[in-house]
């Protein structure tokens, strides 16, 4: 496992839909308008150049860092406060769960079990979860 895509609150970027289904996505809609032509004849359409920049930096550099390296939400309280910290994830901070947690809770409902796993049975337990769900193909989105 690469840690860099372990989130500070306890997010593994490589199960979420933005990277596992959106991203992909992009890439095969980006290829197939460029092979039809579309290029050329965006400018014609209704916010057509607006739309080809976002899909082509989609496609081309990709829809998000992961959390360590400045992805999300530049504003996120739970990764300044980790930061601050210096906390690499806060299963292993004395204060989780703080109250920063309510809402990305109510938005990722399997965080609490995973970051139990974490807790309870350690790093190794937690990324065995993490990877196993990767192989099927596992988001977070499916789980809401
Ligand atoms: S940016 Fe915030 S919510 Fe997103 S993975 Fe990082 S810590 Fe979690
Ligand atoms: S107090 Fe601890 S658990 Fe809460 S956001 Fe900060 S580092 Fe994470």
């Known amino acids: 496992m690469n840690k860099k895509y372990i989130g500070y609150c306890g997010i593994y970027c490589e199960n979420c839909a933005v990277k596992v289904k959106v ?10 308008m460029k092979k039809a ?11 057509g150049d607006r739309f080809w920049s976002f899909i082509e930096g989609m496609a081309v550099h990709g829809v998000c860092a992961s959390c360590k390296e400045g992805g999300g939400n530049p504003e996120c ?7 601050e ?13 703080c109250e920063k947690f309510a809402e990305l809770f109510k938005g990722y409902p399997l965080l609490p079990h995973d970051n139990s796993i974490f807790r309870e049975k350690g790093m190794e337990a937690w990324s065995k979860l993490q990877e196993e769900r990767k192989k099927r193909g596992f988001t977070y989105a499916d789980e809401k």
């Open 85 to 97: 910290k210096n906390i690499e994830i806060c299963a292993s901070c004395e204060s989780y769960p």
């Open 23 to 32: 991203e992909p996505a992009s890439k095969i809609l980006y290829a197939e």
């Open 77 to 83: 309280a739970v990764r300044i406060c980790a930061k």
């Open 37 to 47: 032509g579309f290029e050329e004849i965006m400018h014609l359409l209704p916010d």
